[in-house]
């Protein structure tokens, strides 16, 4: 199968998922196409089945922004013609299924059927999609799509509460190669970050409003008081500075690291003891279920997909947005008894093996082929 994938080629969530799924896919044996403005970051090519095609933009005085979904719409065309796709698949509604939409009626002049499918991944749903100027573009591409998916449960259901779509959405979790994730812990790193075998807890993330980085310095702040322990910050973005004036205001600046982005996060990962995801929305939590696979008992809020993935009392605890006491309680209660946080670093490992990528890429592959055997269907007819 011919597959081309347009995603956001950046460190975000959804870059993440398209740009490891197309990897998957390409060691599966599908031929894939990647079609972005930059090369995605989170891929090489150590595969003959991997290509790159790039969004080039111009820009005139005329355009106070470049338009980039005309761009995107052109490539794809350009693409899908003459490496003669057999799916379309897009990752983040915004602006990705409206170029989806408008290359495929573009595509009809050719006489050139092109199955689309979009994968909502959460901030183009519950955040942009919802703003009243992109709504109904929003709803209009989403159900002009061939197929649509969704990485939980929650975001399904946030989708149709707030939208008119009539399109049925299937429900593909996100997903986690293990292979990757499971290393021994760099025992000279663990040692450099704490060199008194103190606890040590992480927080990745973009630094948004949403995902409350103050409340994870306040929360580390009461569990430095009753257990010895390092804080990692892995990330960066608009409230780092916030997070680091927050550190020295409550003189917890000589226990916490800010790392800034990091490719290689499972190497981070394997030497914390705990992980803190206290945002206000999530649509899943990936950076959750890495942390998981990497053996990492969760701290996280009770919104979105987040209790879809961490199991409160066995992989973590599950707790309100801005609960900072009872968020740092429970994170006491994992660190505080070696044999305990084994215990939920073995759940955490055991509920991340659900997520496995074996497990997930055959509901795509399968789904594919449902939708490209639909749009042929109608095609024939």
């Known amino acids: 199968m011919k597959i081309g994938i347009v995603c956001y080629p950046t460190f975000g969530g959804s870059g993440v998922v398209a740009t490891e799924l197309g990897k998957a896919l390409a060691a599966n044996g599908h031929q894939v196409h990647f079609i972005t403005y930059s090369q995605p970051a989170r891929l090489d090519f150590f595969s003959a089945n991997l290509f790159y095609h790039e969004v080039s933009i111009s820009k005139y005085p005329l355009f106070d922004f470049p338009p980039y979904e005309l761009a995107l719409a052109s490539k794809l065309v350009d693409v899908i013609r003459f490496e003669k796709l057999d799916l379309l698949h897009v990752h983040y509604a915004i602006p990705h299924a409206s170029a989806a939409y408008m290359a495929k009626e573009i595509l009809k002049t050719y006489g050139i059927p092109i199955p689309v499918v979009t994968t909502l991944h959460g901030t183009d749903i519950t955040l942009v999609g919802k703003d009243p100027s992109y709504n109904p573009v929003v709803t209009f591409s989403i159900n002009q799509s061939d197929g649509v998916t969704a990485v939980s449960q929650h975001l399904k259901e946030d989708t149709l509460s707030h939208f008119n779509i009539v399109k049925d959405i299937k429900v593909i979790p996100n997903f986690i190669d293990l292979s990757r994730f499971s290393l021994k812990p760099r025992e000279h790193f663990k040692k450099a970050i704490a060199p008194g075998d103190e606890r040590i807890l992480i927080h990745t993330s973009n630094f948004r409003r949403v995902k409350r980085t103050g409340d994870v310095i306040r929360i580390f702040q009461k569990i ?133 990528l074996s497990l997930i890429l055959p509901l795509y592959e399968q789904y594919y082929q449902e939708v490209i055997d639909t749009v042929n269907e109608k095609t024939d007819t």
């Open 224 to 356: 430095q008081e009753k257990i010895p322990c390092k804080l990692l910050m892995v990330g960066d973005g608009p409230d780092r500075v916030n997070a680091e004036q927050l550190c020295r205001d409550l003189e917890v600046c000589q226990d916490v690291r800010f790392l800034g982005k990091q490719d290689a996060i499972e190497e981070i990962l394997s030497v914390a003891d705990l992980f803190m995801i206290p945002s206000e929305s999530e649509s899943f939590g990936l950076a959750a279920l890495e942390a998981m696979a990497c053996s990492v008992p969760v701290i996280s809020s009770n919104v979105g997909g987040l209790p879809e993935l961490n199991v409160d009392g066995v992989t973590g605890f599950l707790d309100d947005v801005g609960d900072i006491e009872n968020m740092a309680q429970h994170a006491i209660y994992i660190l505080e008894d070696n044999a305990r946080l084994d215990t939920f670093k073995s759940a955490a490992l055991a509920r991340a093996k659900e997520f496995e």
